[in-house]
Protein backbone atom coordinates (compact mmCIF):
# COMPACT_ATOMS: atom_id res chain seq x y z
CA UNK A 1 0.00 0.00 0.00
CA UNK A 2 1.40 3.95 -1.05
CA UNK A 3 -0.53 6.23 0.88
CA UNK A 4 -0.28 10.08 1.02
CA UNK A 5 -0.56 12.17 4.40
CA UNK A 6 -1.41 15.85 3.56
CA UNK A 7 -1.44 17.53 6.48
CA UNK A 8 -0.17 20.84 8.30
CA UNK A 9 0.10 19.92 12.17
CA UNK A 10 3.50 18.43 11.91
CA UNK A 11 2.43 16.15 15.60
CA UNK A 12 -0.66 14.42 14.20
CA UNK A 13 0.79 13.96 10.63
CA UNK A 14 3.73 12.44 12.43
CA UNK A 15 1.90 9.94 14.66
CA UNK A 16 -0.68 9.50 11.49
CA UNK A 17 2.93 8.39 9.58
CA UNK A 18 4.00 6.05 12.38
CA UNK A 19 1.17 3.99 12.40
CA UNK A 20 0.76 3.35 8.44
CA UNK A 21 5.01 3.04 8.21
CA UNK A 22 4.55 0.42 10.66
CA UNK A 23 1.60 -1.52 8.59
CA UNK A 24 3.44 -4.77 7.04
CA UNK A 25 1.51 -4.51 3.75
CA UNK A 26 3.11 -0.83 3.44
CA UNK A 27 5.48 -0.05 0.88
CA UNK A 28 5.53 3.88 1.04
CA UNK A 29 4.26 6.54 3.01
CA UNK A 30 4.68 10.21 2.10
CA UNK A 31 3.92 13.18 3.55
CA UNK A 32 3.19 16.91 2.65
CA UNK A 33 1.88 19.91 5.06
CA UNK A 34 0.58 22.32 2.04
CA UNK A 35 -1.01 22.66 -1.36
CA UNK A 36 2.10 24.00 -2.83
CA UNK A 37 4.05 20.77 -1.96
CA UNK A 38 0.86 18.55 -3.37
CA UNK A 39 1.24 20.76 -6.55
CA UNK A 40 4.97 18.93 -7.07
CA UNK A 41 3.11 15.73 -6.59
CA UNK A 42 0.61 15.83 -8.96
CA UNK A 43 2.68 13.86 -11.82
CA UNK A 44 3.03 10.95 -9.29
CA UNK A 45 -0.66 10.67 -7.91
CA UNK A 46 -1.58 8.11 -9.63
CA UNK A 47 1.37 6.08 -7.76
CA UNK A 48 -0.86 6.05 -4.60
CA UNK A 49 -3.42 4.01 -3.29
CA UNK A 50 -4.87 6.38 -0.65
CA UNK A 51 -4.93 9.88 -0.09
CA UNK A 52 -5.84 11.40 3.27
CA UNK A 53 -6.20 15.40 3.67
CA UNK A 54 -6.79 17.83 5.68
CA UNK A 55 -9.03 20.29 4.33
CA UNK A 56 -7.60 23.72 6.32
CA UNK A 57 -3.53 23.27 5.30
CA UNK A 58 -2.69 26.79 6.87
CA UNK A 59 -3.57 29.07 9.36
CA UNK A 60 -5.75 31.75 6.90
CA UNK A 61 -9.20 31.84 8.06
CA UNK A 62 -11.61 29.93 5.55
CA UNK A 63 -8.44 28.01 4.06
CA UNK A 64 -9.90 25.36 2.51
CA UNK A 65 -6.87 23.92 -0.05
CA UNK A 66 -8.45 20.26 0.60
CA UNK A 67 -11.18 20.78 -1.57
CA UNK A 68 -8.83 21.71 -4.05
CA UNK A 69 -6.78 18.69 -3.86
CA UNK A 70 -9.41 16.65 -4.17
CA UNK A 71 -10.91 18.44 -7.00
CA UNK A 72 -7.12 18.20 -8.80
CA UNK A 73 -7.04 14.20 -8.10
CA UNK A 74 -10.64 13.82 -9.51
CA UNK A 75 -10.23 15.52 -12.83
CA UNK A 76 -7.44 13.40 -13.74
CA UNK A 77 -10.36 10.58 -13.49
CA UNK A 78 -8.62 9.33 -11.20
CA UNK A 79 -10.84 6.95 -8.20
CA UNK A 80 -8.17 6.59 -5.55
CA UNK A 81 -10.01 6.77 -2.36
CA UNK A 82 -9.85 10.41 -0.62
CA UNK A 83 -10.11 10.37 3.37
CA UNK A 84 -10.80 13.68 4.50
CA UNK A 85 -9.89 14.90 8.19
CA UNK A 86 -11.00 18.03 9.32
CA UNK A 87 -12.05 20.27 12.63
CA UNK A 88 -15.06 21.39 10.83
CA UNK A 89 -17.84 19.18 11.58
CA UNK A 90 -20.32 21.88 9.94
CA UNK A 91 -22.72 19.71 7.67
CA UNK A 92 -22.33 21.84 4.48
CA UNK A 93 -18.38 21.29 4.73
CA UNK A 94 -19.26 17.83 4.87
CA UNK A 95 -21.81 17.88 1.70
CA UNK A 96 -19.02 19.53 -0.45
CA UNK A 97 -16.31 17.47 0.47
CA UNK A 98 -18.61 14.53 -1.16
CA UNK A 99 -19.69 16.73 -3.84
CA UNK A 100 -16.21 16.91 -4.70
CA UNK A 101 -16.06 13.07 -4.70
CA UNK A 102 -13.83 12.54 -1.74
CA UNK A 103 -14.46 9.15 -0.34
CA UNK A 104 -14.86 9.60 3.54
CA UNK A 105 -15.33 12.64 6.22
CA UNK A 106 -13.44 12.07 9.82
CA UNK A 107 -14.08 14.54 11.92
CA UNK A 108 -11.48 16.09 14.83
CA UNK A 109 -10.05 15.36 17.14
CA UNK A 110 -9.70 11.83 15.30
CA UNK A 111 -9.29 8.17 17.49
CA UNK A 112 -6.18 6.66 15.84
CA UNK A 113 -7.48 3.18 15.43
CA UNK A 114 -10.62 4.07 13.82
CA UNK A 115 -8.27 5.99 11.17
CA UNK A 116 -6.65 3.01 10.97
CA UNK A 117 -9.33 1.07 10.52
CA UNK A 118 -11.14 3.06 8.15
CA UNK A 119 -7.34 3.70 5.56
CA UNK A 120 -7.45 0.03 5.58
CA UNK A 121 -10.79 -0.94 4.65
CA UNK A 122 -10.71 1.65 1.44
CA UNK A 123 -7.53 0.61 0.53
CA UNK A 124 -8.94 -3.13 0.77
CA UNK A 125 -11.82 -2.33 -1.24
CA UNK A 126 -10.19 -0.05 -4.34
CA UNK A 127 -7.23 -2.02 -4.53
CA UNK A 128 -8.42 -5.07 -4.04
CA UNK A 129 -11.71 -4.53 -5.17
CA UNK A 130 -11.69 -7.06 -8.15
CA UNK A 131 -10.68 -9.97 -5.88
CA UNK A 132 -12.68 -11.79 -3.75
CA UNK A 133 -11.27 -12.82 -0.21
CA UNK A 134 -11.86 -15.12 2.24
CA UNK A 135 -11.45 -13.10 5.54
CA UNK A 136 -7.83 -11.81 4.54
CA UNK A 137 -6.62 -14.54 2.40
CA UNK A 138 -6.75 -14.79 -1.23
CA UNK A 139 -5.80 -17.91 -3.29
CA UNK A 140 -4.91 -17.55 -7.04
CA UNK A 141 -4.40 -21.23 -7.97
CA UNK A 142 -2.08 -22.86 -5.52
CA UNK A 143 -0.42 -19.56 -4.58
CA UNK A 144 -2.47 -17.70 -1.66
CA UNK A 145 -1.60 -13.96 -0.23
CA UNK A 146 -2.44 -13.03 3.46
CA UNK A 147 -3.05 -9.64 3.29
CA UNK A 148 -2.74 -8.53 7.48
CA UNK A 149 0.52 -10.09 7.60
CA UNK A 150 1.86 -9.76 3.75
CA UNK A 151 2.85 -13.22 3.69
CA UNK A 152 2.83 -15.38 0.57
CA UNK A 153 2.19 -19.08 0.68
CA UNK A 154 2.62 -21.83 -2.09
CA UNK A 155 0.46 -24.89 -1.29
CA UNK A 156 0.47 -23.88 2.33
CA UNK A 157 4.28 -23.64 2.47
CA UNK A 158 5.38 -19.56 3.65
CA UNK A 159 7.56 -18.08 0.57
CA UNK A 160 10.28 -16.13 2.15
CA UNK A 161 10.52 -12.81 0.58
CA UNK A 162 11.99 -9.62 1.35
CA UNK A 163 9.75 -6.70 2.08
CA UNK A 164 10.55 -5.45 -1.31
CA UNK A 165 10.02 -8.54 -3.39
CA UNK A 166 6.67 -9.20 -1.04
CA UNK A 167 5.45 -5.55 -2.88
CA UNK A 168 6.30 -6.39 -6.69
CA UNK A 169 5.23 -9.81 -6.60
CA UNK A 170 1.34 -8.46 -4.50
CA UNK A 171 1.32 -6.27 -7.56
CA UNK A 172 1.72 -9.09 -9.95
CA UNK A 173 -0.79 -10.68 -7.38
CA UNK A 174 -3.51 -8.12 -7.68
CA UNK A 175 -3.09 -7.44 -11.50
CA UNK A 176 -2.56 -10.85 -12.44
CA UNK A 177 -3.17 -12.16 -15.89
CA UNK A 178 -3.03 -8.67 -16.91
CA UNK A 179 -0.01 -6.58 -19.05
CA UNK A 180 1.91 -4.32 -16.33
CA UNK A 181 4.13 -1.85 -17.81
CA UNK A 182 8.07 -1.14 -16.61
CA UNK A 183 6.52 2.51 -15.67
CA UNK A 184 3.56 1.34 -14.22
CA UNK A 185 5.82 -0.65 -11.46
CA UNK A 186 7.89 1.99 -11.53
CA UNK A 187 5.76 4.15 -10.24
CA UNK A 188 4.31 1.91 -7.49
CA UNK A 189 7.11 0.54 -6.30
CA UNK A 190 9.51 3.84 -5.93
CA UNK A 191 7.51 6.76 -6.82
CA UNK A 192 9.23 7.79 -10.04
CA UNK A 193 11.10 7.17 -12.97
CA UNK A 194 14.73 7.04 -11.68
CA UNK A 195 16.11 3.70 -12.60
CA UNK A 196 19.61 4.13 -10.59
CA UNK A 197 21.25 0.71 -9.73
CA UNK A 198 19.21 -0.05 -6.96
CA UNK A 199 15.72 0.73 -8.10
CA UNK A 200 16.45 -0.98 -11.52
CA UNK A 201 13.41 -2.84 -11.81
CA UNK A 202 14.28 -5.80 -13.71
CA UNK A 203 17.04 -6.90 -11.34
CA UNK A 204 14.26 -7.01 -8.68
CA UNK A 205 12.21 -9.05 -10.63
CA UNK A 206 14.73 -11.29 -11.31
CA UNK A 207 15.75 -11.29 -7.51
CA UNK A 208 12.09 -12.25 -6.95
CA UNK A 209 12.09 -15.02 -9.73
CA UNK A 210 14.93 -16.58 -7.52
CA UNK A 211 12.98 -16.44 -4.11
CA UNK A 212 9.75 -18.56 -6.36
CA UNK A 213 12.32 -20.48 -7.93
CA UNK A 214 12.43 -23.73 -5.18
CA UNK A 215 8.33 -23.71 -5.50
CA UNK A 216 8.48 -23.80 -9.27
CA UNK A 217 6.37 -20.91 -10.08
CA UNK A 218 9.30 -18.32 -10.83
CA UNK A 219 7.86 -18.97 -14.61
CA UNK A 220 4.47 -17.47 -13.67
CA UNK A 221 6.22 -14.04 -14.21
CA UNK A 222 6.87 -13.26 -17.79
CA UNK A 223 8.42 -10.31 -19.84
CA UNK A 224 6.91 -9.52 -22.72
CA UNK A 225 8.36 -7.50 -25.37
CA UNK A 226 10.72 -6.36 -22.90
CA UNK A 227 8.38 -3.40 -21.61
CA UNK A 228 5.14 -5.47 -20.33
CA UNK A 229 5.27 -8.19 -17.74
CA UNK A 230 2.50 -10.32 -16.65
CA UNK A 231 1.95 -13.20 -14.36
CA UNK A 232 -0.21 -15.84 -14.51
CA UNK A 233 -0.86 -19.67 -13.74
CA UNK A 234 -2.30 -20.12 -17.49
Not at 99 to 104: F, P, T, Y
Amino acid sequence: MNILIIEDDVFLREKIRNIFESKVVTNRVCTLSSLQEFYHHISIISSYDIVLTDIKLSPEYNNQDGFEIIQIIRKKDLKIPIVVISGNSYVENLRYAFECWASDYIIKPIRLKELEVRIMNWFKNYYLSHIYFLGNIQSYKDLSYDIESNEFYFQNKKITLTKNSKYILSLFFVHREKLLSENFLIEKIWWDICCIIERNLRVNISRLKKWLSPFGIDTRIQNIHWEWYIFSAQ
